[in-house]
């Protein structure tokens, strides 16, 4: 396996090799989409190495491929040509390939990401392309993971309650007042923070304590709902995100927004907003005691 | 067949998209035990790809809107070939169907009054699409996902198991709909009694029991080489739908979206949504012409504006302005560009320019089409702020579908068989309006799963499957695995194990190129001949491996299906000799009132399936529309619809 | 061989004998069962459930780049700051005094005319002042929740880069004493923003000559000007801050002049990181600078 050093590459984007945005070369590149035409040097398609993770829950290992790599694709274009022409029983999840289904994750040189937004232009030519399934999940086979565990918090999450004294059609919300839940609405649930996330990655044992920055920003999301009526419902969403849902275990290392597709700031607007609610809840005496002045006022 | 497993549950949908989840809710609402099965995983369905919102009159934005004035638009570019009873039920209800949403959870964009926020559309005569930017399709999933495991939750309270009434299965597939025999004096002889289904995950077969079965599977786009749809789209409630014996409608109107990514090959296809023009977007050629001035229909004269100057003054004064041609619906546009393209004044890649950037400030543009945005950025190198975008028609939705009954959603002619959302039929005519899918995905989802819980309930006596369909269906879904052994050429049809992906491409490119968007009749007769030939190779088609999430078998499988609604799409277009909508003949141009009333009705041919899969699977006939009702059709302009009916609807 | 047609199969699990003939065995077939596998007590992502790579990361690029930039950047002005802190000397040459003294609240302090002289602690108190009035921006910077993601990655390495493996083997996060205490962050930030009034107090001083007379400025005020923007920037860009302020509200559209707020000090809150290290160095850079003068090896240039 090459040791290629290209740090940061996969924001600069300034190698050329790739091509993209260099109109000369997308000029070239065009007759070459044909097969056949790998070898050709001067073309924009080019042999690329990949290891790619095979096995199941028995084992298994990298296993390398030489694979054709044409000019404006992305990873799971790859993956897809491997199953087409050397392996036909690839396992590999997928489904909208335009990032908005949150199908194909998986670490790709060891960094949690979607198969379908990574251009393989991001790489240099020469290196070598390490695509394993998610490491924080059991697997399954080949590059898909059992991704139960997150289903199973996701229903552990009281769901949205509706105000009782409003019916279809009366809802008022202004915009600004939607705009935070709005931001955690865009999730795909791609799990890839769920994936990266070392509370529950480096440590089996935490995952029944501990909800996963997913579905921790689920309940900032409806905390911060302009409508719902947990309050009213005797739910109280922050004193359960810390007691039931295990926001004590994040320490705010920040992993789940640097992986996050959407670009949700899941730290800075969910999870530490959430803690200072929580905090406000249950560490602030101040607050406690204003609470409970008003609560006798009443 | 003791050894396949069984499940007993009163109604069984398939698909867990918009309509599938919609009927899930209803169904369990009503009291019955829901089953969902779904071949991705639970809120990944294709629903997720919807970009532009949620056509539903609310008035929220602009107060003359109303259901009238929907179900006006929705026949119009229906170009009245809609089953109008559809359109009708659809243009009413959906407005209650968005507002039920924000009880679950979902959060639209709002106007400055607190109210859901409406965005304008083609075809629309009114803003009337509720969206979240430009990810309606995520919001409308997610809120019903959720909206299930609230229920979930309730049971899980109640009975002491999340799945006690309401049941997710993901990654399964249905391979077939199971009826109870004919023979004999069996419970519900030839009504539906189930659906054979296999765990992708493991291979492993299993029978869900159910007297009613909701069909919500979506389009059949995987079998268009450039296409906007996802993989799960192979049309497998279509072929489900034909297989137990129901009949598919206008399977030769597919729309092909007129902006889709042309750049780079990889993402051929993928999406650009309409709201790009609906908040400015313009399209020019090579010329920096915006041609869609030269190409305003004459049935749409007079309702779009003729010079640039009116086009633009529209956005902000929508009252005293005509819209700009750029928001003619799909079909129109779509021809547009192809022609442009062929003209040779396309973009560098072979499509259109669509350029926002000069339209809209850069801030403007990140806010409302965020995705877009970011879409283009990190696919294509392209800032959308900056520089147009290159698009070109593509694959994009199935007007034609399982023939329903519009109040019901039941399937014709098979007791227990349901369908709503893309894989029924009817409701859109020749050409669906952006919009109207979300919206006919929650009004039809809803009645498929009330109607199917009610005729759940009323079945005294539960059917039972067929216990040789169940054989039978095993042994269709294993053959891939007995392909593999037959040495070349020496058994077995007489050929050499097929590709699966081989055969899936050759079938997407001979229905891309000889059943696209402009068709003539020696082309698609060359077409069917082509999926002959696949036919008879697919039944060879080999996959290695076991049966464990083998992708290459799950191919193998969808292979069928996409086999047989290719071929009624390219039978039904062959016979349609006109223009209308979503299907455009170059040897018949125009658009003509005797077909107007026409629908053409695919069958499964009887007992050549088998046989000779050379033979065609399919039996199309011509059915007569029912009559329009007299006070829908008073809401038009009696010489607009001059320009649909023919003299006799007219005199009636 | 491989599994076709209607061999039973087990859910989840492939067939006995691997499907998978060209990969070696992970480990020994569970079945032998001699001894417990070497997996056995493994957790992470060497867990028995999880794919078998031996690698605890397979990321290519330097991630142990920032972490080691950040600790390496942190220790520095920890061994700085603790040696002028102890120093209690060298900290006031006027009109300019220390930040790391400000304010002076014991007896022992250096008298600084008009200056933060506030004889809180007696006599008693023998050590250098600066330990008394540190411990506030100490325990704001400590808990600050830019800091605790700093040193969790760079001096704990947990984990040290985002999908590469932390070494240790439990992990308790912030649930338990004395992790639970970064829940008290707000109070830090009360007494921050105390603090950083007495800074701007002595910015304010600055404009004095050495011999207290007001109306003059030298290098050193631009020195105190600046250290203090970057603290307030700093100290209000806070997430604690942005709670206060309007993050704690529901209903942003009844609070009209919060969420304006609020809305501004998010902007500043996205540059959190930045002002924490910026802040970091200009309230070093301001007490060497002081600590050069005191000691005579530079003289402040005077502007007027």
Same mark, same amino acid.
């Given at each position: 396996?090459?040791?290629?050093?290209?740090?940061?590459?996969?924001?600069?984007?300034?190698?050329?090799?790739?091509? @993209?945005?260099?109109?000369?070369?997308?000029?070239?590149?065009?007759?070459?989409?044909?097969?056949?035409?790998?070898?050709?040097?001067?073309?924009?398609?080019?042999?690329?190495? /990949?290891? *790619?993770?095979?096995?199941?829950?028995?084992?298994?290992?990298?296993?390398?491929?030489?694979?054709?790599?044409?000019?404006?694709?992305?990873?799971?274009?790859?993956?897809?040509?491997?199953?087409?022409?050397?392996?036909?029983?690839?396992?590999?999840?997928?489904?909208?390939?335009?990032?908005?289904?949150?199908?194909?994750?998986?670490?790709?040189?060891?960094?949690?990401?979607?198969?379908?937004?990574?251009?393989?232009?991001?790489?240099?030519?020469?290196? !070598?392309?390490?695509?394993?399934?998610?490491?924080?999940?059991?697997?399954?086979?080949?590059?898909?993971?059992?991704?139960?565990?997150?289903?199973?918090?996701?229903?552990?999450?009281?769901?949205?309650?509706?105000?009782?004294?409003?019916?279809?059609?009366?809802?008022?919300?202004?915009?600004?007042?939607?705009?935070?839940?709005?931001?955690?609405?865009?999730?795909?649930?791609?799990?890839?923070?769920?994936?990266?996330?070392?509370?529950?990655?480096?440590?089996?044992?935490?995952?029944?304590?501990?909800?996963?920055?997913?579905?921790?920003?689920?309940?900032?999301?409806?905390?911060?709902?302009?409508?719902?009526?947990?309050?009213?419902?005797?739910?109280?969403?922050?004193?359960?995100?810390?007691?039931? @849902?295990?926001?004590?275990?994040?320490?705010?290392?920040?992993?789940?927004?640097?992986?996050?597709?959407?670009?949700?700031?899941?730290?800075?607007?969910?999870?530490?907003?959430?803690?200072?609610?929580?905090?406000?809840?249950?560490?602030?005496?101040?607050?406690?005691?204003?609470?409970?002045?008003?609560?006798?006022?009443? | 067949?003791? @050894?396949?497993?069984?499940?007993?549950? &009163?109604?069984?949908?398939?698909?867990?998209?918009?309509?599938?989840?919609?009927?899930?809710?209803?169904?369990?609402?009503?009291?019955?035990?829901?089953? *969902?099965?779904?071949?991705?995983?639970?809120?990944?369905?294709?629903?997720?790809?919807?970009?532009?919102?949620?056509?539903?009159?609310?008035?929220?934005?602009?107060?003359?809107?109303?259901?009238?004035?929907?179900?006006?638009?929705?026949?119009?570019?229906?170009?009245?070939?809609?089953?109008?009873?559809?359109?009708?039920? +659809?243009?009413?209800?959906?407005?209650?169907?968005?507002?039920?949403?924000?009880?679950?959870?979902?959060?639209?964009?709002?106007?400055?009054?607190?109210?859901?926020?409406?965005?304008?559309?083609?075809?629309?005569?009114?803003?009337?699409?509720?969206?979240?930017?430009?990810?309606?399709?995520?919001?409308?999933?997610? !809120?019903?996902?959720?909206?299930?495991?609230?229920?979930?939750?309730?049971?899980?309270?109640?009975?002491?198991?999340?799945?006690?009434?309401?049941?997710?299965?993901?990654?399964?597939?249905?391979?077939?709909?199971?009826?109870?025999?004919?023979?004999?004096?069996?419970?519900?002889?030839?009504?539906?009694?189930?659906?054979?289904?296999?765990?992708?995950?493991?291979?492993?077969?299993?029978?869900?029991?159910?007297?009613?079965?909701?069909?919500?599977?979506?389009?059949?786009?995987?079998?268009?080489?450039?296409?906007?749809?996802?993989?799960?789209?192979?049309?497998?409630?279509?072929?489900?739908?034909?297989?137990?014996?129901?009949?598919?409608?206008?399977?030769?109107?597919?729309?092909?979206?007129? !902006?889709?990514?042309?750049?780079?090959?990889?993402?051929?296809?993928?999406?650009?949504?309409?709201?790009?023009?609906?908040?400015?977007?313009?399209?020019?050629?090579?010329?920096?012409?915006? /041609?869609?001035?030269?190409?305003?229909?004459?049935?749409?004269?007079?309702? $779009?504006?003729?010079?640039?100057?009116?086009?633009?003054?529209?956005?902000?004064?929508?009252?005293?302005?005509?819209?700009?041609?750029?928001?003619?619906?799909?079909?129109?546009?779509?021809?547009?560009?192809?022609?442009?393209?062929?003209?040779?004044?396309?973009?560098?890649?072979?499509?259109?320019?669509?350029?926002?950037? !000069?339209?809209?400030?850069?801030?403007?543009?990140?806010?409302?089409?965020?995705?877009?945005? +970011?879409?283009?950025?990190?696919?294509?190198?392209?800032?959308?702020?900056?520089?147009?975008?290159?698009?070109?028609?593509?694959?994009?939705?199935?007007?034609?579908?399982?023939?329903?009954?519009?109040?019901?959603?039941?399937?014709?002619?098979?007791?227990?068989?349901?369908?709503?959302?893309?894989?029924?039929?009817?409701?859109?005519?020749?050409?669906?309006?952006?919009?109207?899918?979300?919206?006919?995905?929650?009004?039809?989802?809803?009645?498929?799963?009330?109607?199917?819980?009610?005729?759940?309930?009323?079945?005294?006596?539960?059917?039972?499957?067929?216990?040789?369909?169940? &054989?039978?269906?095993?042994?269709?879904?294993?053959?891939?695995?007995?392909?593999?052994?037959?040495?070349?050429?020496?058994?077995?049809?007489?050929?050499?194990?097929?590709?699966?992906?081989?055969?899936?491409?050759?079938?997407?490119?001979?229905?891309?190129?000889?059943?696209?968007?402009?068709?003539?009749?020696?082309?698609?007769?060359?077409?069917?001949?082509?999926?002959?030939?696949?036919?008879?190779?697919?039944?060879?088609?080999?996959?290695?491996?076991?049966?464990?999430?083998?992708?290459?078998? @799950?191919?193998?499988?969808?292979?069928?299906?996409?086999?047989?609604?290719?071929?009624?799409?390219?039978?039904?277009?062959?016979?349609?000799?006109?223009?209308?909508?979503?299907?455009?003949?170059?040897?018949?141009?125009?658009?003509?009132?005797?077909?107007?009333?026409?629908?053409?009705?695919?069958?499964?041919? &009887?007992?050549?399936?088998?046989?000779?899969?050379?033979?065609?699977?399919?039996?199309?006939?011509?059915?007569?529309?029912?009559?329009?009702?007299?006070?829908?059709?008073?809401?038009?302009?009696?010489?607009?619809?001059?320009?649909?009916?023919?003299?006799?609807?007219?005199?009636? | 061989?491989?599994?076709?047609?209607?061999?039973?199969?087990?859910?989840?699990?492939?067939?006995?004998?691997?499907?998978?003939?060209?990969?070696?065995?992970?480990?020994?077939?569970?079945?032998?069962?001699?001894?417990?596998?070497?997996?056995?007590?493994?957790?992470?992502?060497?867990?028995?459930?999880?794919?078998?790579?031996?690698?605890?990361?397979?990321?290519? &690029?330097?991630?142990?780049?920032?972490?080691?930039?950040?600790?390496?950047?942190?220790?520095? /002005?920890?061994?700085?700051?603790?040696?002028?802190?102890?120093?209690?000397?060298?900290?006031?040459?006027?009109?300019?005094?220390?930040?790391?003294?400000?304010?002076?609240?014991?007896?022992?302090?250096?008298?600084?005319?008009?200056?933060?002289?506030?004889?809180?602690?007696?006599?008693?108190?023998?050590?250098?002042?600066?330990?008394?009035?540190?411990?506030?921006?100490?325990?704001?910077?400590?808990?600050?929740?830019?800091?605790?993601?700093?040193?969790?990655?760079?001096?704990?390495?947990?984990?040290?880069?985002?999908?590469?493996?932390?070494?240790?083997?439990?992990?308790?996060?912030?649930?338990?004493?004395?992790?639970?205490?970064?829940?008290?962050?707000? $109070?830090?930030?009360?007494?921050?923003?105390?603090?950083?009034?007495?800074?701007?107090?002595?910015?304010?001083?600055? /404009?004095?000559?050495?011999?207290?007379?007001?109306?003059?400025?030298?290098?050193?005020?631009?020195?105190?000007?600046?250290?203090?923007?970057?603290?307030?920037?700093?100290?209000?860009?806070?997430?604690?801050?942005?709670?206060?302020?309007?993050?704690?509200?529901?209903?942003?559209?009844?609070?009209?002049?919060?969420?304006?707020?609020?809305?501004?000090?998010?902007?500043?809150?996205?540059?959190?990181?930045?002002?924490?290290?910026?802040?970091?160095?200009?309230?070093?850079?301001?007490?060497?600078?002081?600590?050069?003068?005191?000691?005579?090896?530079?003289?402040?240039?005077?502007?007027?």
């Amino acid at each position: 396996m090459s040791v290629q050093n290209v740090g940061g590459r996969e924001t600069d984007g300034t190698d050329g090799t790739g091509g @993209h945005g260099v109109a000369g070369q997308r000029g070239e590149a065009r007759p070459a989409n044909g097969p056949g035409q790998a070898q050709g040097g001067q073309s924009g398609a080019y042999l690329a190495h /990949f290891r *790619v993770w095979r096995g199941d829950a028995d084992g298994g290992g990298l296993e390398d491929f030489r694979v054709e790599v044409h000019e404006g694709e992305v990873v799971l274009d790859i993956i897809h040509r491997l199953q087409a022409t050397q392996a036909s029983d690839l396992a590999v999840r997928w489904n909208c390939k335009a990032g908005k289904c949150g199908s194909c994750s998986a670490e790709i040189n060891g960094r949690p990401r979607l198969m379908c937004m990574t251009r393989m232009s991001v790489f240099d030519r020469t290196e !070598t392309v390490t695509v394993t399934p998610m490491r924080a999940f059991p697997v399954v086979r080949d590059l898909v993971t059992d991704v139960s565990f997150n289903y199973a918090k996701a229903r552990e999450v009281p769901a949205f309650v509706p105000p009782a004294e409003l019916g279809p059609g009366e809802y008022r919300m202004q915009q600004e007042d939607v705009n935070r839940s709005q931001e955690f609405r865009k999730c795909i649930e791609c799990f890839l923070c769920q994936n990266t996330c070392h509370v529950v990655r480096d440590h089996e044992e935490n995952k029944a304590a501990f909800a996963g920055p997913r579905f921790l920003m689920r309940i900032a999301e409806l905390d911060m709902h302009p409508l719902d009526a947990a309050p009213e419902a005797g739910l109280d969403r922050k004193g359960t995100a810390q007691d039931e @849902h295990g926001l004590g275990y994040c320490n705010i290392t920040k992993c789940c927004t640097e992986v996050c597709p959407e670009n949700i700031k899941i730290t800075d607007n969910a999870l530490i907003p959430l803690k200072e609610r929580v905090a406000d809840r249950k560490y602030d005496p101040l607050v406690w005691l204003g609470n409970k002045i008003r609560r006798r006022g009443q | 067949m003791a @050894h396949v497993d069984r499940q007993a549950w &009163d109604v069984v949908v398939v698909g867990a998209g918009g309509a599938g989840l919609r009927a899930a809710i209803e169904a369990r609402e009503a009291g019955m035990r829901t089953a *969902v099965i779904c071949k991705s995983l639970f809120g990944k369905a294709h629903t997720v790809m919807a970009e532009g919102g949620i056509a539903a009159s609310m008035g929220n934005v602009n107060e003359g809107d109303n259901w009238q004035v929907h179900f006006r638009d929705t026949m119009r570019g229906g170009k009245f070939l809609n089953h109008w009873r559809m359109a009708e039920l +659809h243009a009413r209800e959906a407005p209650d169907r968005v507002w039920e949403l924000e009880t679950w959870g979902a959060l639209f964009d709002r106007t400055p009054d607190g109210r859901i926020s409406q965005r304008n559309f083609g075809g629309h005569e009114y803003p009337r699409l509720a969206h979240v930017g430009d990810r309606t399709g995520l919001e409308l999933i997610r !809120t019903l996902q959720q909206k299930i495991v609230s229920l979930q939750q309730a049971d899980e309270q109640e009975f002491g198991a999340y799945d006690a009434r309401l049941k997710v299965f993901q990654e399964c597939t249905v391979t077939r709909v199971l009826k109870a025999s004919t023979s004999g004096s069996a419970a519900g002889s030839g009504k539906v009694a189930g659906a054979f289904c296999y765990e992708r995950e493991s291979g492993r077969f299993f029978v869900l029991e159910a007297p009613a079965v909701v069909l919500a599977t979506g389009g059949i786009g995987k079998s268009f080489k450039v296409t906007s749809n996802s993989w799960e789209y192979t049309g497998d409630g279509h072929a489900l739908a034909l297989l137990a014996g129901a009949s598919l409608i206008n399977m030769e109107f597919v729309q092909f979206h007129p !902006t889709g990514m042309v750049w780079p090959p990889s993402v051929k296809g993928i999406l650009v949504t309409e709201s790009v023009r609906g908040d400015g977007g313009v399209l020019r050629n090579s010329e920096g012409r915006r /041609f869609m001035f030269d190409y305003i229909p004459d049935v749409f004269k007079e309702k $779009y504006a003729q010079t640039e100057a009116e086009g633009d003054r529209w956005y902000d004064d929508p009252d005293n302005n005509r819209r700009p041609p750029e928001l003619l619906p799909r079909d129109e546009v779509a021809r547009a560009i192809n022609a442009e393209v062929k003209a040779g004044r396309g973009s560098p890649h072979g499509g259109v320019f669509l350029d926002v950037s !000069t339209r809209m400030p850069a801030e403007v543009i990140k806010r409302r089409l965020p995705s877009m945005h +970011h879409q283009f950025k990190e696919l294509a190198d392209v800032d959308i702020t900056a520089e147009p975008m290159e698009v070109g028609p593509t694959c994009h939705y199935v007007m034609g579908g399982v023939e329903v009954d519009p109040d019901t959603a039941a399937a014709n002619g098979v007791p227990g068989l349901f369908a709503a959302g893309e894989v029924a039929g009817g409701m859109h005519g020749s050409n669906r309006l952006g919009g109207n899918s979300l919206s006919d995905l929650l009004v039809f989802g809803r009645r498929a799963g009330l109607y199917a819980a009610e005729y759940a309930a009323a079945t005294a006596a539960r059917p039972v499957p067929d216990e040789r369909e169940v &054989d039978a269906a095993e042994a269709e879904a294993l053959r891939p695995f007995s392909a593999e052994d037959e040495q070349p050429g020496a058994v077995h049809d007489g050929g050499p194990a097929e590709n699966p992906y081989t055969l899936h491409q050759e079938l997407q490119q001979a229905m891309n190129d000889l059943v696209g968007i402009i068709r003539r009749e020696g082309e698609m007769a060359e077409a069917l001949k082509r999926l002959a030939g696949l036919r008879v190779r697919a039944r060879r088609a080999g996959v290695e491996g076991h049966r464990q999430y083998n992708p290459g078998w @799950h191919l193998a499988i969808d292979l069928r299906n996409m086999l047989l609604v290719s071929e009624c799409v390219a039978r039904a277009a062959l016979e349609r000799e006109e223009s209308r909508g979503g299907h455009t003949r170059d040897d018949h141009p125009t658009m003509d009132r005797r077909w107007r009333n026409i629908n053409l009705v695919c069958e499964l041919a &009887d007992g050549r399936t088998e046989a000779d899969p050379a033979l065609g699977q399919i039996r199309l006939s011509r059915r007569e529309t029912p009559p329009i009702r007299p006070d829908l059709l008073g809401l038009f302009e009696k010489e607009e619809l001059v320009k649909y009916l023919t003299d006799e609807e007219l005199s009636r | 061989m491989r599994l076709r047609g209607r061999a039973p199969l087990a859910l989840h699990r492939p067939p006995t004998g691997s499907t998978h003939r060209k990969y070696p065995p992970r480990r020994p077939t569970l079945a032998t069962g001699t001894e417990p596998s070497s997996q056995a007590g493994a957790s992470g992502v060497h867990a028995a459930s999880r794919a078998a790579i031996p690698a605890r990361h397979l990321r290519t &690029d330097r991630w142990w780049l920032a972490p080691a930039c950040t600790a390496a950047g942190l220790l520095a /002005f920890v061994v700085y700051s603790t040696w002028r802190a102890f120093a209690n000397a060298d900290y006031y040459h006027a009109p300019y005094v220390s930040p790391f003294y400000s304010p002076c609240l014991a007896q022992n302090c250096q008298t600084m005319h008009g200056g933060p002289n506030w004889e809180i602690f007696g006599p008693w108190w023998g050590l250098s002042p600066a330990l008394l009035i540190l411990i506030f921006p100490l325990g704001f910077r400590l808990t600050c929740y830019y800091y605790r993601k700093a040193y969790y990655r760079g001096f704990w390495a947990s984990p040290p880069a985002c999908a590469v493996a932390e070494p240790h083997k439990k992990y308790t996060g912030e649930t338990r004493f004395p992790l639970i205490l970064q829940n008290i962050h707000r $109070y830090f930030f009360y007494f921050a923003v105390l603090v950083a009034c007495v800074l701007t107090f002595d910015t304010v001083l600055a /404009f004095r000559d050495e011999h207290h007379r007001w109306g003059h400025m030298g290098l050193g005020t631009l020195v105190f000007l600046a250290n203090i923007v970057l603290i307030w920037a700093y100290t209000l860009s806070c997430h604690s801050c942005r709670h206060i302020v309007g993050g704690r509200l529901r209903h942003f559209s009844k609070h009209p002049v919060r969420y304006r707020l609020w809305g501004w000090v998010g902007k500043l809150n996205e540059r959190h990181m930045l002002l924490a290290w910026c802040s970091l160095f200009s309230v070093g850079f301001a007490d060497l600078y002081v600590y050069l003068l005191a000691t005579g090896a530079f003289a402040d240039p005077r502007f007027f």
